[in-house]
């Protein structure tokens, strides 16, 4: 359920707009400036709605900020009764289907909205105003300026910034997903009993991973213009056989992730599925080291994942498809 850590559009950064973007109007980048604060400062409670591939779900969320603490609990109304409870950006339990994907490792890193370096692959606009919840919002929309990306269209609150619509859209105009408030309320801050979780959520442990720390043995010869490394671990798979490596790759906006498995003779499937804007690609890989099997799982283009998966290599040594 992807919608759930959409939500968190945890932005945070300083803006000053560069004499060379531009494309970026001044009016967007303190849009963009007010987003980064709101999150951590807005208390607030609604509901919100989810779409993508014409599926549609609805959620609950709470979120107060007392004390310096973010405080955040999201339900989902119909359907699996999923739920996920976050403090301060950690995941601290979750229920439903989202246990399996959740597992132990919980110490994801938000993401860090950087306008100034957004710009570089992006062109930020403010395209108009319109209502969204009974609300007045301020449209923003942040085009990218190369194929491996796709565009976003923020629909913020004019009183508080919060996004209460966000697009996400690909290069032919198609709508890939869809994230929008029907209900907003900033005046009642949630209290203790509704940010508790429910008895089906289950507590998670809190992972040990260090983030920009790179996997060793592990590199790529390609990365879409942008994109860094932000995160990286190494686990044990279900049977508790094989290594997982995993890097978390950022734009500051948009991510995606690579999973590097070694086969040990068994047999592996290339593959290139897409749910919404989430696309996941494998590839099997001959390396000195032996099979390798490389998923690329995230919200850039089919081709530009299939690129990054081709372009995996051991450290320090080639490889071939």
Not at 189 to 207: F, G, H, M, T, Y
Not at 210 to 236: D, I, M, Q, T
């Amino acid at each position: 359920m992807r919608a759930l850590p959409l939500i968190p559009l945890l932005f945070s950064g300083c803006l000053t707009l560069p004499a060379h973007a531009a494309n970026s109007s001044t009016e967007a980048a303190d849009w963009l400036n007010r987003l980064a604060r709101a999150d951590q400062e807005q208390s607030y409670q609604g509901t919100f709605v989810y779409e993508r591939n014409g599926s549609f779900s609805t959620h609950d969320i709470w979120h107060r900020v007392q004390n310096g603490k973010v405080s955040e609990r999201l339900l989902q109304l119909d359907g699996p009764a999923q739920e996920v409870v976050r403090v301060d950006g950690q995941t601290q339990c979750v229920s439903g289907g989202l246990v399996a994907g959740v597992g132990n490792a919980t110490q994801s890193v938000a993401r860090v909205l950087d306008p100034l370096k957004l710009m570089n692959w992006y062109d930020l606009s403010v395209a108009g105003q319109s209502r969204v919840a009974g609300r007045d919002v301020v449209i923003v929309t942040l085009r990218p300026r190369d194929q491996h990306r796709y565009a976003f269209e923020l629909h913020l609150d004019k009183q508080t910034a919060l996004p209460l619509k966000s697009l996400l859209i690909n290069d032919k105009e198609q709508l890939l997903e869809r994230f929008q408030f029907t209900r907003l309320d900033t005046r009642d801050i949630p209290d203790d009993a509704e940010l508790k979780p429910s008895a089906n959520c289950r507590a998670v442990a809190q992972s040990a991973d260090k983030p920009h720390e790179a996997v060793a043995g592990w590199r790529s010869e390609w990365l879409p213009p942008g994109f860094e490394l932000v995160n990286s671990s190494v686990r044990k798979d279900a049977d508790g056989k094989h290594s997982v490596s995993s890097l978390m790759y950022d734009d500051g906006l948009a991510r995606f992730s690579v999973f590097l498995e070694a086969l040990d003779g068994g047999g592996g499937f290339d593959t290139r599925t897409q749910l919404g804007p989430t696309v996941a690609v494998s590839r099997q890989l001959t390396t000195p080291k032996g099979e390798v099997m490389v998923t690329v799982v995230g919200e850039i283009p089919i081709g530009t994942a299939e690129h990054v998966a081709l372009s995996m290599r051991p450290q320090d040594v080639q490889a071939s498809q």
